[in-house]
């Protein structure tokens, strides 16, 4: 199998170096030549563990990497989640269940992800006998589980720039109190866009790049979005098979990384009635897919942090399937977006199978009551932007994206109960490391060429 650019102007790659290179060099973003017809093998992959489903899965993809390679690195991967079942479905009732995706080392869906595309950087480095460096700047959520998926690979340091002071406590621990020698986390005098801001200037020093073999964290690595398959396929395959085709998966979203997955998944045979995209008041995706209009607003901080998002950079790859593979077409849209901040598209069929709600602060709380109250079942603010609009869904999948624990005060303030988990507890006993950087591009090349892997 070989991945293509959705710009179309990028010779195919194999998998791993897709993987290694991220973004396609005509500024595109890789996807799989083809998609699988996998619908009738699926079937056969029902009550396989979750390591082994992903590796029946992967193996159509990852083509370049020995069998008996794959399926080392995918049991290492998921080897630190704390449930049996790594992605439990969690049933409310008759017609509604919850996909729990926060069994993994940092309590966030983005674990499925990280933890196994630490592991394809580990294998890679191992072969090329060359070490990376892993630079990202995080307002929260992704900074954390980017470190645990890289938490003491050999030749893989990782740097990760978050604002001082204005990350919560709890993620500050979650990326300082890890005891890893190849782990920086750089704490700078400034907000979240200077760190960005610094970031980009550090990238655009090519010769810097290649020197230190920067590497970027970010979401539209093609792992990723196909390590996020998995779960999909997974709790569909734990429906009752008469209900399968009828489930919405009901997806609180930010990026457009999750819910792509689920309906790439789709597009290789996992027949459901739809997807439900569930947004916060940053609603730039509810006003796409209820409007058909695509215009950017500006970001405002809620409930749900991490859905705090206005470009949903994972946006691209649904475009270009929806266009038929046109590479083209989806050019010229990105860079009329990139120039214009909107566009419409009239002539795209956007079909039932894709709908969306929103919710603002105020419904999120409610919501959070309201569940609670109704199911007994505490959900995170994420979580809760799921819950809108859903009981006409027969059944209805709520993806879980985060543990309630990672959210204390929302949560203890809609139900009176104050979430824990015992791996948060346990960082409150450790030592906060962390290093103190300017947020200039001098400082930050200075702070990795001296601590580079
Ligand atoms: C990242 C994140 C999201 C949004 O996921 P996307 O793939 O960006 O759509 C939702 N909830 C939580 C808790 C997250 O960390």
């Known amino acids: 199998?070989?991945?293509?650019?959705?710009?179309?102007?990028?010779?195919?790659?194999?998998?791993?170096?897709?993987?290694?290179?991220?973004l396609a060099p005509d500024k595109g973003l890789f996807v799989p030549e083809e998609l699988p017809d996998l619908g009738q093998e699926m079937l056969s992959w029902q009550g396989k563990t979750y390591p082994e489903l992903c590796y029946e899965f992967f193996k159509h993809f990852a083509t370049d990497i020995p069998s008996d390679e794959l399926k080392a690195l995918v049991e290492t991967a998921y080897s630190r989640f704390d449930h049996p079942d790594h992605a439990p479905l969690v049933k409310l009732s008759d017609k509604l269940y919850v996909l729990e995706l926060f069994h993994g080392p940092t309590l966030a869906f983005k674990d499925f992800a990280l933890q196994l595309l630490g592991c394809l950087y580990e294998r890679q480095v191992a072969q090329s006998g060359q070490g990376i460096n892993v630079l990202g700047a995080t307002s929260g959520d992704t900074g954390a589980a980017a470190i645990n998926g890289l938490l003491g690979k050999k030749g893989v340091n990782i740097f990760i720039l978050y604002p001082d002071g204005r990350v919560s406590p709890l993620q500050e621990r979650q990326m300082t109190c890890l005891e890893e020698e190849n782990v920086f986390p750089l704490a700078i005098k400034g907000s979240f866009d200077d760190a960005q801001a610094a970031l980009k200037e550090v990238f655009g020093d090519k010769d810097f790049s290649r020197e230190v073999h920067l590497s970027a964290v970010n979401s539209i690595n093609l792992a990723r979005i196909l390590a996020q398959c998995v779960y999909y396929i997974y709790a569909w395959l734990k429906l009752p098979a008469e209900s399968r085709d009828r489930a919405t998966f009901v997806v609180p979203t930010g990026n457009f990384g999750n819910v792509l997955a689920g309906w790439l998944a789709s597009r290789m045979g996992m027949v459901v009635d739809g997807f439900r995209v569930a947004t916060n008041q940053n609603d730039i995706l509810h006003r796409f897919f209820s409007a058909g209009d695509y215009s950017l607003g500006a970001v405002q901080p809620s409930h749900a942090p991490s859905m705090d998002i206005q470009v949903a950079s994972n946006f691209e790859r649904f475009l270009y399937f929806s266009l038929g593979g046109n590479a083209e077409m989806t050019r010229e849209i990105m860079e009329g977006f990139k120039k214009d901040g909107a566009f419409q598209v009239g002539g795209m069929a956007i079909t039932e199978f894709m709908t969306s709600s929103?919710?603002?602060?105020?419904?999120?709380?409610?919501?959070?009551?309201?569940?609670?109250?109704?199911?007994?079942?505490?959900?995170?603010?994420?979580?809760?932007?799921?819950?809108?609009?859903i009981d006409h869904l027969e059944p209805a999948i709520v993806l879980s994206t985060a543990h309630p624990a990672k959210f204390p005060d929302v949560v203890e303030a809609c139900t009176g109960i104050s979430p824990t988990h015992a791996s948060l507890e346990a960082l409150k006993a450790k030592d906060v490391q962390k290093y103190s950087v300017e947020p200039t591009e001098q400082a930050i090349k200075a702070f990795i060429r001296n601590h580079q892997a």
């Open 358 to 389: 929103r919710m603002d602060d105020a419904e999120i709380a409610e919501t959070i009551t309201r569940v609670y109250k109704e199911f007994g079942y505490v959900s995170d603010p994420h979580t809760a932007c799921g819950f809108k609009d």
């Open 1 to 22: 199998m070989k991945f293509v650019s959705t710009r179309g102007q990028t010779e195919p790659h194999s998998f791993s170096e897709a993987v290694r290179i991220g």
